[in-house]
């Protein structure tokens, strides 16, 4: 618990930097909030009075200043465009968000571990090449171009699955997850080429460890080999990744969700960049950053349910 709580406390000066460079990045940016909420018709002195009334006249440091106030007392700001709190802003998307990641996590797991280890076992063989090869496709080929040809194939020529849109889960469940399939699955792509090499790698070690050996010398079965010996041996580089992909997945759905027009955190984040949203891009990535860091925490409790031997003080 100790060490826990060692890493928890490590994790903030990592949030305050996160929090500091987005703060600078977003007011590097050209463009003017102010005019974006006057209007292209709205007279110099409009967009002024405006810029005074956001603060947005103040020096930087005095804004970030600010803006760390309204951090320490737990608000994140109220958005510019959206006219509504950036806590609530991000409450409304986050059903939408979490479902595509999760979704796109359970395909992710079972495929990718499954084909990695399948690799391993099949080693130097035309599996391990086709499997190998399906990975490579998968991490090299970008997601938007794989999402509009999917499109045309599963919903303009098909018409399987709906081309785009987000059916909450209280209005059914196929719907829900119809709708949520097809971008799970591209976004999913990339991390399962990723899970399969990795689990590969960790596999391959393993094999050629000599209990592997001593345990089919006794004349152990191969399927109990590998599913108790080996892959048991496998699962710390496979737990670390597997935490490292849900993130990806979390964060890393602002295309997913342009293309497939999916009212998650990632179009808001897009929006708010386009609109020079302020407060809800600030807010928005250190909660990201927050949630990554729960995940790695959770990563490490987990190393000591997979491995005895991994203990905290």
């Known amino acids: 618990m100790r060490q826990l709580a060692r890493q928890l406390a490590q994790a903030v000066p990592v949030l305050l930097i996160v929090a500091v460079l987005t703060f600078f990045l977003m007011h590097l940016l050209p463009g003017d909030p102010a005019s974006v909420i006057a209007g292209p018709e709205a007279s110099k002195e409009a967009v002024a009075q405006i810029r005074t009334q956001l603060g947005l006249d103040l020096p930087l440091h005095e804004q970030l200043l600010v803006w760390f106030g309204h951090l320490a007392r737990g608000d994140l700001g109220r958005s510019l465009v959206l006219n509504q709190p950036v806590t609530e802003a991000v409450l409304e998307r986050l059903p939408v968000t979490m479902s595509l990641a999760l979704v796109s996590f359970a395909l992710t797991l079972p495929l990718g571990i499954a084909a990695g280890v399948l690799a391993a076992c099949f080693r130097n063989t035309w599996f391990d090449a086709f499997v190998m090869l399906m990975a490579l496709i998968g991490v090299s080929a970008p997601s938007f171009w794989i999402a509009i040809l999917s499109v045309l194939l599963f919903s303009v020529s098909l018409q399987w699955l709906p081309s785009a849109g987000y059916v909450p889960i209280a209005q059914g469940l196929w719907p829900w997850f119809a709708a949520l399939l097809q971008p799970a699955f591209i976004l999913a792509l990339f991390q399962i080429g990723f899970l399969a090499r990795i689990t590969r790698s960790a596999m391959l070690d393993v094999l050629d ?51 497939f027009a999916l009212p998650g955190i990632g179009r808001l984040i897009v929006q708010a960049i386009i609109g020079r949203d302020y407060p809800v891009v600030q807010g928005t990535l250190l909660l990201l950053g927050f949630v990554f860091v729960l995940l790695n925490l959770a990563i490490d409790v987990l190393y000591t349910l997979v491995d005895p031997r991994v203990r905290y003080g």
């Open 209 to 259: 460890q000599d209990f592997i050996r001593t345990a089919r010398a006794k004349g152990v079965s191969e399927w109990k080999t590998i599913s108790k010996h080996a892959f048991r041996n496998t699962l710390i580089p496979v737990v670390t990744v597997c935490g490292i992909i849900f993130s990806l997945l979390v964060g890393g759905s602002v295309v997913i969700e342009q293309v």
